[in-house]
């Protein structure tokens, strides 16, 4: 690393972001002004690819931008009860439980359109399926 930081590249390399989301995350307001050189290129330092790494692995986690800009003031502020970082984090996973469950009635709707013994286009089961628009998933379940 230089003295004074190191490139946007070189940061992109460091923290597995790419160059333009590290950009659109200065721009929505997630990693803050970097610091400059004369010639007005970037450079970050060791605790901007500190934030960036934790941006990363959240977003890796499923959580959304906004859930992260509250987890990053929350982490700016060490001394903070941890309360609202696992409220946070608990909300995260409700959401997914949510999705796990929407995904297993998907998947036990396209199993059960795939037990198909028929072997025609007119008696198949998949297509029956598909043109059953009375019924929907969400309905059922």
């Not at 929505?28 to 500190?50: C, F, H, K, S, V």
């Not at 995904?103 to 199993?111: F, I, K, M």
Request: hydrophobic share 35%; charged share 30%; glycine share 6%.
């Amino acid at each position: 690393m230089m003295g004074h930081g190191v490139s946007i590249g070189e940061a992109s390399k460091a923290s597995g972001i790419k160059v333009p989301t590290i950009r659109y995350y200065e721009q929505i307001g997630l990693m803050p002004e970097t610091a400059r050189t004369e010639g007005n290129r970037r450079l970050y330092d060791e605790a901007d690819l500190q934030r960036l790494r934790f941006i990363r692995h959240s977003r890796e986690l499923g959580f959304e931008v906004e859930a992260i800009r509250q987890l990053l003031e929350l982490s700016d502020h060490p001394s903070r009860s941890c309360a609202d970082a696992d409220a946070i984090a608990r909300t995260h996973l409700a959401d997914i439980d949510h999705k796990i469950a929407r995904l297993t009635a998907l998947r036990e709707e396209v199993v059960r359109m795939t037990d198909c013994p028929r072997d025609t286009v007119a008696h198949c089961r998949v297509i029956e399926v598909l043109g059953d628009h009375g019924e929907c998933l969400h309905e059922r379940h």
